[in-house]
């Protein structure tokens, strides 16, 4: 018997900060998302909840990285040098040397 109340528990499970979906996610606890996924598959909504999360959970880390990477990207005054430097490509330490070699014209 799964009711409404199946469904809310659901939501409430997979959006705990310390246990729910994205923790187990990040802390590589496989076996855990593994039972998880096997009690929300019997539950009406449940995978679907699963999965709205984590769509809009690389939604989100999706555009923070664009973010980031752009704003890396023009503080090494963008071109070739500053993709190599802010996709990580290159270390910082790298970079740096790149940085000064042109500048030097070497």
Not at 47 to 54: D, G, I, K, Y
Request: include cysteine.
């Amino acid at each position: 018997m799964h009711t409404h109340a199946h469904e809310l528990q659901v939501k409430a499970l997979v959006d705990m900060e310390n246990t729910g979906l994205l923790a187990l996610l990040r802390l590589d606890k496989y076996e855990d998302l593994h039972r998880m996924y096997m009690l929300f598959r019997r539950v009406d909504g449940g995978l679907a909840t699963v999965r709205s999360m984590m769509a809009n959970t690389v939604k989100e880390d999706g555009r923070a990285l664009v973010m980031v990477r752009a704003v890396h990207a023009q503080a090494w005054g963008g071109g070739a040098l500053g993709f190599l430097c802010a996709s990580g490509v290159q270390t910082r330490a790298a970079c740096l040397l790149m940085y000064f070699s042109q500048m030097a014209g070497i």
